[in-house]
Nanobody, 127 residues
Framework: QVQLVESGGGLVQAGGSLRLSCAAS????????TGWFRQAPGKEREFAAS????????DYGDSVKGRFTISRDNAKNTVYLQMNSLKPEDTAVYYC????????????????????WGQGTQVTVSS
């Protein structure tokens, strides 16, 4: 069973940057798309970014487009989310998730396309 562990969250001032990491155990990680989702208190979970298994396809939520960049290093079983120009509204728990489908080159945006989730890492952006 693959396990995902997020790290890199913390407290940052508005306009600052953070890089989140999602480290996976298990041999199938490199064959699956990976997504980042976030959930703020009292709000529904929101799609942030996704990347196909090859890294050839990426997608971003409208609220983070142009500021966040997703990437992956399959040799290290790790996916990254570089977050720049952070805003207070980016404050949330960020979760990485592993896609269900193996081997295609899609980067799904729906949470239903993912079946393994990490525990989350808190990101807090102060104004």
């Amino acid at each position: 069973q693959v396990q995902l562990v997020e790290s890199g969250g913390g407290l940052v001032q508005a306009g600052g940057s953070l890089r989140l990491s999602c480290a996976a155990s298990g041999s199938t990680f490199s064959l699956n798309a990976t997504g980042w989702f976030r959930q703020a208190p009292g709000k529904e979970r929101e799609f942030a970014a996704s990347i196909s298994w090859s890294g050839g396809t990426t997608d971003y939520g409208d609220s983070v487009k142009g500021r966040f960049t997703i990437s992956r290093d399959n040799a290290k079983n790790t996916v990254y989310l570089q977050m720049n120009s952070l805003k207070p509204e980016d404050t949330a728990v960020y979760y990485c998730a592993l896609g269900i489908v193996v081997g295609d080159d899609y980067a799904p945006t729906l949470s239903s396309a993912y079946n393994i989730w990490g525990q989350g890492t808190q990101v807090t952006v102060s104004s």
